[in-house]
């Protein structure tokens, strides 16, 4: 069985790295984030990318430029080092190449635009600002109090809202996209107006209601903040697509 630690006369083997990852929780996150890769590679192939010698020189001449191997003699050492032959320093090289080509052709700037216009309410976003009671009856209270006077919410905050992290900044949460709230929530605060008052709203476990403010609205625009957002939900949908056309087993 392979060792891969040693900890004075104790050995850690592969099969113990294993069994911590599953035992931590993190084992199911890396087979996917390898799953992930491998599919890439081969729905790469299946669609006819292709990758060059001299593409392959390139890439792992940058990759000795970025690490500071400047001589062979350096990089033979380093891989040694890690335990990796050239061959298999090679295989990743190229599979880095096919995932980076077939993101390139699959991302296209129209199919950004594409996503991005079918799906756009995904990318609204607000700021709100939020008062946290431990009661009902204080929720209330509050609401009621508000209903007169709206521009008395930040001094409430700071009155009464049980959030120590938000209670000095006027209960500011900051900016939230859909998707990230509870439903019900949501629908109140994105279809509010700026300024507007929603609330109270119970938790899940009922230990505390929160009351919301509207401070502002981003509707949304393919911007250099949503771009990347929209690029890797266009890459995961077709890799999603491509999944069902190859045959996934974790043994």
Known sequence: MTTIARINDEQISAHDFVKLLKLNDKYDELIDEIMIDKLAVAAAKKQGVTVSIEEVQERADQFRRLLGLHRAKDTNEYLDDLGISLDEFEQYVVESLYKDKVQKA??????????????????DAVDISHIVLDSQSKAREI?????????????????????????????????????????????????????????????????????????????????????????????????????????????
């Open 106 to 123: 699959v991302c296209t700037q129209q199919a950004i635009e594409d996503y991005f216009s079918s799906n756009s309410p995904k990318f």
């Open 143 to 251: 609401m009621a109090l508000l209903e007169d006077d709206p521009e008395g919410f930040e001094e409430l905050v700071g009155d009464h809202s049980l959030d120590e992290e938000t209670k000095d900044t006027g209960g500011a949460i900051g900016r939230v996209m859909r998707g990230t709230m509870e439903d019900e929530i949501e629908a109140k605060l994105f279809n509010a107006s700026v300024g507007d008052i929603a609330g109270p709203f119970q938790s899940g476990d009922g230990l505390i209601y929160e009351i919301f403010k509207v401070t502002q609205r981003y509707p949304a625009k393919l911007n250099e903040s949503t771009l990347k957002d929209v690029h890797n939900l266009v890459y995961d949908q077709w890799l999603e697509a491509r999944a069902q056309e190859h045959r996934l087993e974790v043994l």
